[in-house]
């Protein structure tokens, strides 16, 4: 205006500002630094430690109460001021509140009705389980654009308490041409934000991108922590600045802006823009890291048009051609897991405690297909995206966002009701249905909620008659609102005359084609209750195996706790378990349930319940066993038992007043004592410690005296014998090596994927191995429902067969532990060759004549001859077998004494009543005389679903076995199934005797050949042997071979003597029986000489020595003999007459070794020499005079003198010189010297000199 001045433009500008929800202040603050008349704009906060001048918040901690605070702005056009103060609500902090579910916003197709956004709230704590909200209806619908919605995502606040929705403003279902939307589509951003989830605000139809963008497809956001804003990205297709009309080619990059409050944004920049097309990323972080998951639509060098995911430290970090900031971790995630083209991710984390069994989740949209698919990893550094086994997600959901949510919203987001009151006690309801007349059924609880009696129905005799034609009792809408846990006890006699199918009582919701739809119930036939957020395909069972009696009154009562764990309880005595639940009470309807009943199903087509009731309770907590104990007439019950030994909860059949203690293997079952459950005010006799190797009886007795006597034994469980769920095992033998293959159970729908194998050597000790076909990865033709292996090896090649959604396939492989390999890329039995009929459950059988056969059937049984290479046959001699009564599935052949045994299972196998039977004929492909059924469940041991089998027969005996699957001990059912091994034994007339299932299991196979006799020959003395030394290994006729090593080095087989070689040696021996199974190794030590000693003889002065030595074993013993005489042993030097001789020797040593003889020749001696000159003395025959002698004068030459002196004539002793001094001695004696002359080759010859005179002092 003409008449304006600076001040009143400031003034104007001033009074213009305004922030984004100043009386509601939740998180950071957009300040503007500009106004309107090209004013700037400068704050200042009256509490800058709560709001900044900047606009960051600080809230008051939780409790402290909201703050008021106010931020001035100081506006400035041209040299005018101006100031505008404005009042700010600072809320608290929200109260913390853990995560117990999920919300997801999303929208279902390219429809005017599709493009609009709905939500779904997780039941319960389970992102894979979903119910519709609002009724299945849209909650928010555009007003602006083209008033279409795609691609919600929905963010919470750092703070907690404020949600943003933003979408795309595209609509297919409008004008649905997708080319025209990515060059004249929307540049806009719509945006709601809410407090609740629940309440939105209006919506904001945000400009956001340049004009040179032709598209504003899938916003996200993620929150910058360091930023202190939001970045919100998105994709456009970006035109050159001078093609306003955008007319030429280019493609999708990922652009970013900055937000605090989704109404303020910066200006858009390049997020992404490898060089080729990206849409649809969505972000999480873990730690320091950031994981982006995006649709490379170019490929990136990937091969695919699939979902990759990269990672950064940096949330901001900018792509370029060329320049790639973050590092790509994993493509072609759909593909790889299994899906059609893919788009439109969003990833989230689990929440703690949350039961569907991944850690992460990425939720992907194969648009072409099925929608939105989940996928999941438990490690985002090294994914390994798998579609999971099952999942319920909303009906057609597409491209949108999962996030966690608390108790609190995940309630709201249902508009649950009110949880339910209860007493001190927990009593929501008790009906005693004990009155005299009249339709409204009292609530003695206090809580009020009366029910009301319809029907057919009764009073009399302190109970409720129902008629069976409509009578029931209605209880209140709602029931079970907020409950986690629950009880449910009630009194029936039912009538023996009951139609099926019934509830006894049934509280949830039936649809309006009278379908329940969200319930929990309980049957009789046979006992178990069940809960379903859905109909019946999401039952979650616990399963007591056996009807509930007819004609008497029982005490039926369900437990179910907030850890997931089920109970039904037969006259206070536990009779099954079932854990692992997810359904909550609480969640059915989201809490709103109107079909509420005693004596009537939730679904409108089943009977009602005929016979007597009351005593009905409803608790909003799971009782424990000795609770229920005094529930009604269990006063005599035994409902648990506590022994720390215990592997499995103790069975108690309360039909037939058994208990069976399944004891962990090992346990001293000599003095147990277990400590028996019963209601507070019985007693138990006798107690203390039993001996249990033998039945116990023990006599329960009630306040009132009622009493009640007991079995009650102990088994040890070494059952199951592969651990966690396991079914339709298929035992083998390769070689000396047992193997199972089998179903991985556990998953709802029979969901599994993989297969596994496990080994052993004696049938009780299984080892697990790895993977050996995974469908997902491996089979192209099928990825889920892996069921029923079989496996058989031809021409050193394992084939294996196996069920794949609902066909049968064969892969190969060069080892019984894989990896398998699909050889033909297709079914090898296909149900679409059937009329869709599924062609399950293969057995393979080779006979005699090596002819190979393939068995399958659900319903209708088959056989066909393989054709030699094992994967494919002659549809042509395929055999359509007749005559198996009852026959459903899981046939197996085997041959014995030249007879053709075919079995086969009953009934189905979610049934407790699954079992075997068997039929006989003289050719593999029949026909076969049915002869009865071999295998049933057995109640009172808690073995029930006995069924698909296979039988294996140990070689070299005819000692048989069966391989079955049960429902899990304890809780299982017929997707929670356990595999076990029992003994199979024929009568004399070949027929099969009837299983005895056991919770036992078998013993290990073991050696039974006896220990082989080991012997050595050449034995020698002190464990050494000689040089002919062998071992010899003598064995019975159990054994079919022998094996041994020498230190260690090897194991050779036996066939002959061995022999050994010198030295030191510990000989190894073991034997295999002829049912292959290995001894332990026995061992002796030997110790071998393999040389003779060594020996050597001479003359020494006319003596014979000998000298042996032997550096093995030592010398034992040394022999000679005198020409002919005998051998005799040599122990010193031996003198030799003058005759001529030939001695001959020998040395033995220890080892019994002997060295060659010898002979050492010994000459005849000459005559002796003769003195020619007597010998004389010399010197003065005095005490201490020296005399000395003279040899004299010899007829021979080169002698050798010796001499010895004589007193008086008689030898003096130790005078044998040639000298001698006089002693005393000597006085009074005459002297002379006896002079030897020898010489070797003569005798000695002597001479004696004169005597001398007689010695003097």
Request: hydrophobic share 35%.
């Amino acid at each position: 205006m003409p008449n304006e001045t600076d001040q009143t433009r400031a003034d104007a500008a001033a009074a213009a500002l305004s922030l984004v929800n100043a009386g509601d202040v939740r998180g950071n603050l957009t300040m503007p630094s500009t106004g309107i008349n090209g004013a700037t704009v400068a704050w200042r906060s009256a509490s800058p430690d709560v709001v900044s001048p900047d606009g960051i918040v600080k809230r008051p901690a939780h409790g402290a109460g909201d703050v008021k605070v106010t931020v001035t702005a100081t506006v400035t056009v041209g040299t005018a001021t101006a100031e505008r103060a404005i009042d700010l609500t600072v809320r608290e902090l929200p109260e913390a509140a853990p995560y117990a579910g999920y919300a997801f916003s999303y929208f279902t197709g390219n429809s005017i009705a599709g493009e609009k956004i709905y939500f779904a709230a997780s039941q319960g704590n389970n992102a894979l389980r979903w119910t519709e909200v609002n009724g299945g209806q849209p909650k928010l619908e555009s007003k602006f654009g083209t008033l279409g919605l795609r691609d919600p995502f929905l963010i919470r606040s750092p703070e907690g308490d404020r949600f943003f929705l933003i979408a795309t403003d595209l609509s297919i279902g409008r004008n649905g041409n997708w080319d025209v939307a990515q060059r004249q589509g929307s540049r806009y951003l719509e945006v709601w934000e809410s407090t609740d989830l629940v309440n939105w605000s209006e919506q904001r139809h945000i400009l956001i991108s340049p004009p040179t963008a032709g598209n504003t497809w899938a916003p996200e956001a993620y929150w910058d922590a360091a930023r202190g804003e939001y970045l919100v990205f998105w994709a456009s297709k970006l035109y050159a600045e001078n093609d306003p009309n955008h007319t030429g080619n280019t493609y999708n990059r990922m652009l970013a802006a900055t937000t605090r409050d989704f109404v303020t944004f910066s200006q858009p920049t390049i997020w992404q823009d490898p060089g080729d097309s990206r849409i649809d990323s969505t972000v999480i972080r873990e730690g320091d890291t950031y994981y982006r998951f995006t649709k490379d639509e170019g490929g990136g060098g990937t091969g695919c048009s699939d979902i990759i995911q990269e990672k950064s430290p940096s949330l901001t970090a900018v792509d370029l051609p060329g320049k790639p900031s973050w590092t790509v971790l994993d493509s072609c995630i759909g593909r790889d897991a299994g899906t059609s083209a893919v788009e439109g991710p969003t990833v989230f984390k689990a929440n703690p405690g949350d039961t569907s069994g991944s850690k992460y989740y990425l939720f992907v949209d194969e648009y072409g297909g099925r929608g939105y698919i989940p996928l999941g990893t438990d490690d985002l550094e090294n994914p390994n995206w798998k579609v999971p086994a099952s999942y319920d997600l909303p009906a057609s959901p597409r491209h949108g966002t999962v996030i966690p949510v608390t108790k609190a919203e995940l309630d709201a987001l249902n508009d649950a009701p009110p949880p339910v009151r209860a007493n001190a006690d927990g009593v929501v309801a008790h009906y005693a249905l004990d009155q005299a007349s009249g339709t409204t059924v009292t609530d003695d609880s206090g809580n009020g909620y009366d029910a009301k009696l319809t029907g057919d129905a009764t009073w009399g005799d302190g109970s409720l008659a129902l008629g069976g034609t409509n009578g029931h009792v209605a209880l209140p809408d709602n029931i079970m609102a907020g409950l986690d846990e629950i009880t449910v006890s009630m009194d029936v006699k039912m009538a023996t005359d009951q139609a099926t199918p019934y509830f006894i009582w049934g509280l949830g919701n039936t649809d309006s084609d009278g379908v329940g739809n969200g319930y929990l119930f309980t049957t009789g036939n046979n006992y178990r209750t069940s809960i379903s957020l859905g109909n019946w395909t999401g039952e979650q069972t616990v399963n007591g195996g056996s009807a509930v009696p007819r004609g008497v009154w029982k005490t039926l009562t369900y437990t179910l706790n907030s850890a997931g764990t089920a109970r039904i309880y037969l006259d206070g005595v536990r009779v099954a378990e079932k854990t692992g639940l997810t359904h909550r009470p609480g969640d059915i309807g989201g809490g709103r349930t109107t079909a509420n009943y005693i004596g009537r199903s939730q679904y409108a087509s089943d009977k009602y319940l005929k016979g007597r009731v009351r005593d009905f309770s409803l608790y909003n907590r799971a009782l424990t066993d000795g609770e229920v104990a005094a529930l009604g007439s269990n006063g005599t019950s035994v409902v648990a038992v506590e022994l720390d030994s215990l592997k499995v909860p103790a069975i108690i059949d309360a039909a037939s007043s058994t208990i069976t203690l399944p004891v962990k293997p090992g346990t001293d079952v000599t003095a147990l004592a277990p400590t028996y459950v019963v209601a507070p005010t019985s007693t138990v006799t006798p107690g203390g410690a039993r001996d249990y190797s033998q039945p116990v009886t023990l006599t329960v007795t009630s306040a009132a005296g009622a009493t009640r006597e007991w079995t009650v034994r102990a088994v040890q469980m070494r059952s199951p014998v592969l651990p966690g769920f396991n079914a339709d095992p298929n035992i083998v033998r390769f070689g000396d090596t047992y193997y199972i293959y089998a179903t991985t159970d556990g998953f709802p729908g029979w969901g599994s994927s993989k297969f596994t194998v496990w080994s052993s050597r004696n049938l009780v000790d299984w080892t697990e191995h790895d993977t050996i076909l995974d469908l997902g990865p491996d089979i192209t033709w099928a990825d889920s429902n892996a069921w029923a292996p079989a496996a058989i090896e031809k021409n050193g090649k394992y084939y294996f067969y196996f069920s794949a959604q609902q066909n049968i396939g064969v892969a190969v492989a060069d080892s019984p532990l894989g990896p398998f390999v699909d050889p033909i890329g297709k079914p090898l039995v296909s149900k679409a060759d059937y009329n869709n009929a599924q062609q399950i459950d293969p057995a393979v059988f080779t006979d005699d004549d090596g002819q190979s056969y393939l068995y399958w059937g659900n319903g209708t049984p088959y056989v066909v001859p393989l054709n030699d290479d094992m994967v494919s046959y002659d549809v042509a001699k395929r055999v359509r077998l007749t005559g198996l009564t009852d026959f459903r599935e899981g046939l197996f052949m085997h041959k014995r004494a030249g007879t053709y045994y075919l079995s086969w299972s009953i009934d189905d196998t979610g049934s407790e009543n699954y079992r075997v039977g068997y039929g006989t004929g003289t050719s593999p492909l029949g026909p076969f005389s049915a002869k009865g059924e071999i295998l049933t469940k057995d109640p009172s041991q808690g073995i029930l679903g006995t069924g698909h089998h296979s039988i294996l027969q140990v070689p070299g005996t005819d000692d048989w076995y069966i391989a079955y699957h049960r429902f899990g001990i304890p809780g299982g059912d017929g997707t929670h199934r356990e595999t076990t091994i029992d003994r199979l034994y024929f009568d004399a007339d070949g027929a099969i005797r009837k299983v005895v299932p056991t919770l036992g299991s078998v013993d290990p196979l073991r050696y039974e050949g006896g220990q082989p006799t080991a012997t050595v020959t050449d034995a020698g003395a002190d464990g050494w042997y000689g040089a002919d030394a062998a071992l010899t290994i003598t064995a019975g006729d159990k054994v079919k071979l022998v094996e041994y090593q020498i230190d260690g080095g090897g194991w050779f087989p036996y066939r002959e003597p061995v022999d050994l070689p010198a030295g030191s040696h510990r000989v190894d021996y073991r034997a295999q029986g002829v049912n292959l199974f290995w001894s332990d190794v026995w061992s002796l030590q030997v110790k071998v000489d393999e040389t003779a000693p060594t020996v050597q003889a001479y003359l020494v002065e006319r003596k014979f020595v000998v000298n042996a030595s032997d550096v093995d074993s030592g010398v034992a013993r040394i022999e000679y003999r005198i020409d002919k005489g005998a051998w005799q042993p040599y122990l010193a030097p031996a003198r030799i007459d003058s005759c001529a001789h030939v001695i001959r020797y020998r040395a033995y040593d220890v080892a019994g070794n002997v060295s060659r003889e010898r002979a050492l020749n010994v000459p005849a001696l000459g005559d002796p020499a003769e003195a020619t000159k007597l010998p004389s003395v010399s010197g003065t025959a005095k005490v201490g005079k020296t005399l000395t002698a003279d040899p004299g004068t010899w007829d021979e030459k080169k002698l050798t003198f010796s001499y010895q002196w004589l007193r008086g004539g008689k030898v003096i002793a130790g005078a044998t010189g040639k000298s001698y001094v006089p002693k005393a001695a000597d006085v009074g004696y005459r002297l002379s010297v006896r002079v030897t002359a020898t010489r070797s080759d003569l005798q000695p010859g002597t001479a004696t000199s004169k005597e001398t005179a007689k010695v003097v002092k």
